[in-house]
């Protein structure tokens, strides 16, 4: 599928919640920010709609780091429609140009048929990184002392041990001896 230069596309994916199951034959509704009803599409025998074009601003806003006028992606709505579950609206969906989404939504069965629409069952997504207010990251020193360590430590660099560790018995065997190897790429490959 083509996608313009200020449009991006979706595909949304509808599955049972419970069993993972893909759920065919949803009534899927795509809304604008204002809750205007913008496409009516029905899931395939898979759980996906077609793939659609959605306008959303050009893709130089989300690359500029000092746009602060034009939000970088559109945001649309998405209510998930079907009989024996409840209904599900994502609020926020984010489409940016030249780029294709994928909305995965979970329906949970509606055991008393009454199709509903809970207020637990509306999902708010938050402003992308892109565009919303958010504290400053605090830089991290790159080696950080350990004041009580786990048993794992991350370093900021690959190191090749000089020795490897053979433990000869099961891995609770605390009475098995260890051996210490020299480690040698060449040689430990041919073992």
Same mark, same amino acid.
């Given at each position: 599928?083509?996608?313009?230069?200020?449009?991006?596309?979706?595909?949304?994916? !509808?599955? *049972? #919640? $419970?069993?993972?199951? @893909? =759920?065919? %034959?949803?009534?899927?509704?795509?809304? &604008?920010? +204002?809750?205007?009803?913008?496409?009516?599409? !029905?899931? *395939? #025998? $898979?759980?996906?709609? @077609? =793939?659609? %074009?959605?306008?959303?601003?050009?893709? &130089?806003? +989300?690359?500029?780091?000092?746009?602060?006028?034009?939000?970088?992606? $559109?945001?649309?709505?998405?209510?998930?429609?079907?009989?024996?579950?409840?209904?599900?609206?994502?609020?926020?969906?984010?489409?940016?140009?030249?780029?294709?989404?994928?909305?995965?939504?979970?329906?949970?069965?509606?055991?008393?048929?009454?199709?509903?629409?809970?207020?637990?069952?509306?999902?708010?997504?938050?402003?992308?990184?892109?565009?919303?207010?958010?504290?400053?990251?605090?830089?991290?020193?790159?080696?950080?002392?350990?004041?009580?360590?786990?048993?794992?430590?991350?370093?900021?660099?690959?190191?090749?041990?000089?020795?490897?560790?053979?433990?000869?018995?099961?891995?609770?065997?605390?009475?098995?001896?260890?051996?210490?190897?020299?480690?040698?790429?060449?040689?430990?490959?041919?073992?």
């Amino acid at each position: 599928m083509q996608i313009d230069s200020n449009s991006g596309s979706l595909q949304v994916q !509808i599955n *049972d #919640e $419970s069993i993972g199951m @893909p =759920i065919p %034959n949803t009534k899927v509704l795509i809304q &604008d920010e +204002s809750n205007k009803i913008i496409e009516e599409l !029905i899931t *395939d #025998e $898979s759980g996906q709609t @077609p =793939i659609i %074009n959605l306008a959303a601003p050009k893709i &130089d806003y +989300s690359l500029d780091q000092n746009n602060t006028e034009v939000r970088p992606y $559109s945001v649309y709505n998405i209510q998930a429609i079907i009989k024996g579950y409840k209904t599900k609206i994502i609020n926020g969906t984010q489409i940016l140009s030249n780029t294709m989404a994928i909305q995965e939504i979970n329906l949970e069965r509606d055991l008393d048929n009454n199709n509903n629409n809970n207020q637990d069952d509306n999902i708010f997504i938050s402003a992308n990184t892109l565009w919303g207010e958010f504290e400053p990251k605090i830089p991290e020193d790159s080696v950080k002392p350990l004041n009580n360590p786990t048993g794992e430590v991350v370093l900021n660099k690959v190191v090749i041990p000089e020795y490897i560790v053979v433990h000869d018995g099961v891995p609770s065997d605390s009475s098995a001896k260890n051996y210490y190897i020299l480690f040698n790429s060449n040689i430990f490959w041919q073992i």
